[in-house]
């Protein structure tokens, strides 16, 4: 008698339990369905293929993922712009209904409405005719083709609608994907500057060759992708003398992936704080901002690599100091310790070792000299000191001759090369180090064993 009261109270239980889970789950069915239709427009941001906006008279397509314009003209379209209409929909909400009276319409600025837009998705298309905002600013009245209801949503329909041509046109002054750039030629009346890629790193190619500095050409190559155009001048242009374009002042051109597709943006005259530029592809004249346009004047020392090594402080594993009156060599030892070797045998404080080799792995050049004369002038025909370093199989990493001081700098140059930097001091004194600012002070045993 126990076990089926048990068992009769179980099975009450559990059609209980399933009967909460099937409620639970109506409820929140029944929730879905109050918020799908309490949606202005039920549509998925992926699912819309055209929007149009009246009276502003534009009108977008889809093509792939990108969004064109193609009213008032043939354009591309700015497609977070597009987008950020789109996005409306996804929260914009029919708050309540106010009338579905015609006669009304001219107090909710119905008729003749403020706007109207016109969405075509996939399965359908919805015309939308925006009026007045309520009294409280909260909210604007509108209705729906095909329906004399008006209702309340959001006052953000309204702002779209207030916006102008250039805000929905695209504003890219050159368009590439930044990710994919091979290479790029910055050509001017005196020079062009050649970069490319070469492998993870960037090789300057003209005017000079050289090593670059891969953070400035990604600032460059950034600002290119990045600029946006001030105005828009002329569409179509009958004469790009007038703005300076038939000899630009600059002309960029951009490589994009292993078949060197180019980008051409060519920048003209000056307007006040602005310049004259085209795209190559595109009709339009517009305007750039000058901040834009004077990275371009930057001489090509800005473009090369600074970094005067390309080792690192662990590779090294031995230098030697030539002074006028002597010579200081220190080496690792079997365990890794450096220990000085000439002119006197000693061990080393680890702090005064670790920052030569830290000052040499990390040398930058503050400035290229442009060379003109004898290396006196410089200090560099009798050196103040010729710094050498080896790795572990003897191979010199680099060798370094400073000479005079200038300023916070010294003039430096590597021994194999004739080209001239100023660098800052600070190497120099680390490497002017004396013997006994190298050296570990000793203890004196025998000092010891009578204390």
């Known amino acids: 008698m126990n076990f089926k009261k048990t068992l009769l109270i179980g099975v ?3 059609l209980s339990v ?4 099937l409620l639970n789950k109506q409820d929140k069915k029944n929730k879905e369905i109050e918020e799908s239709e309490a949606k202005l427009l039920n549509v998925e941001k992926e699912k819309f293929t055209s929007v149009a906006l009246y009276p502003l008279g534009i009108h977008a397509v889809k093509t792939g993922e990108e969004w064109k314009l193609i009213e008032p003209f043939e354009t591309d379209a700015d497609k977070s712009a597009i987008e950020a209409i789109l996005n409306i929909f996804s929260w914009a909400k029919l708050e309540r209904t106010v009338s579905s009276d015609q006669t009304e319409y001219t107090d909710f600025g119905l008729n003749p409405e403020y ?3 016109v969405l075509t998705y996939e399965g359908g298309a919805d015309t939308l005719y925006i009026g007045d905002s309520n009294p ?3 909210f604007l009245f509108a209705r729906r083709g095909g329906s004399d209801v008006v209702f309340l949503t959001t006052t953000s329909l309204r702002t779209q609608l207030e916006k102008s041509l250039f805000d929905y046109r695209d504003k890219r002054a050159l368009v590439f994907n930044k990710d994919q750039v091979t290479a790029f ?16 790193q960037w090789d300057l190619l003209s005017p000079l060759e050289d090593k670059a500095d891969d953070g400035k050409v990604q600032g460059v190559i950034n600002r290119i992708a990045n600029t946006r155009i001030k105005e828009f001048v002329d569409e179509n242009p009958k004469s790009l003398a007038t703005y300076g374009l038939l000899k630009p002042n600059y002309t960029i051109d951009v490589f994009i992936g292993s078949e060197k597709a180019k980008k051409t943006l060519y920048i003209g005259n000056a307007k006040a704080k602005q310049f004259y530029a085209k795209d190559e592809t595109r009709k339009p004249v517009f305007l750039l901002d000058s901040s834009f346009v004077n990275i371009f004047k930057a001489p090509v020392s800005d473009y090369r690599n600074k970094k005067i090594t390309d080792f690192k402080e662990a590779d090294i594993a031995r230098f030697e100091l030539n002074y006028s009156d002597t010579t200081i060599v220190c080496t ?3 365990n890794g310790k450096w220990v000085l070797v000439e002119p006197v045998k000693n061990k080393t404080k680890s702090w005064k070792i670790s920052a030569i080799t830290s000052a040499v792995a ?19 025909s009798k050196p103040s000191v010729i710094g050498t370093f080896y790795d572990n199989f003897g191979n010199i990493l680099l060798k370094l001759e400073l000479g005079k001081i200038n300023k916070d700098n010294v003039y430096a140059k590597k021994a194999d090369l004739n080209e001239i ?3 800052n001091k600070g190497v120099m004194t680390k490497l002017t180090s004396k013997i006994d600012e190298i050296s570990e002070i000793q203890k004196d045993s025998s000092s010891e064993a009578t204390n």
């Open 332 to 334: 690792k030892d079997s």
């Open 12 to 14: 009450i239980f559990g």
């Open 115 to 117: 706007g109207k837009m």
């Open 136 to 138: 409280t600013g909260s």
């Open 185 to 200: 030629d910055i050509k001017t009346s005196k020079n062009t500057y050649s970069l490319a890629k070469n492998g993870a």
């Open 421 to 423: 930097y100023l660098v």
């Open 362 to 380: 990390n040398l930058r050049v503050e400035k290229f000299v442009d060379k003109k004369g004898s290396l006196r002038q410089f200090g560099l």
């Open 18 to 21: 399933l009967g909460v889970v």
